[in-house]
C-alpha cells in the first residue's frame, strides 16, 4: 500500500492497493500511517464489490509441502522424484 510514504494520500493508497490487488494478494497496512483509516473504507468497499473475500492471512498460506521463495511466492517443495 505504500501508506507510510509522507507523500501518501487516501486517494493514492486506494488507487495503488484496488489497482494491483489479485487473488491471493496480502496487503499490508501499518497502524500508524496517516491516511490508512481513511483510506481503508473505501478499499474494502471497492474490492468486496469486485467479489473478493477477505481472509485470515494464516488461512491463505499452505503449509504441506509448500515453501514461500525469494520472491515471496508459494512454491510446491518438489521431491527427489520430480
Known amino acids: 500500500s505504500l501508506d507510510w ?15 494491483r490487488v489479485e487473488n491471493g494478494s496480502i496487503v499490508l497496512f501499518h497502524n ?9 473504507p473505501t478499499i474494502l468497499k471497492c474490492l468486496k464489490d469486485e467479489g473478493y473475500e477477505f481472509v485470515f492471512i494464516s488461512d491463505l498460506i499452505l503449509k504441506d509441502n509448500y515453501e514461500i521463495n ?8 518438489k521431491s527427489d522424484g520430480e
Do not use: F, Y
Open 5 to 19: 510514504k509522507e507523500n501518501a494520500t487516501a486517494d493514492s493508497i486506494c488507487q495503488r492497493v484496488t489497482s
Open 70 to 77: 525469494h520472491m515471496g511466492r508459494q512454491c510446491k517443495i
Open 32 to 40: 500508524d500511517a496517516d491516511h490508512t483509516p481513511e483510506a481503508l
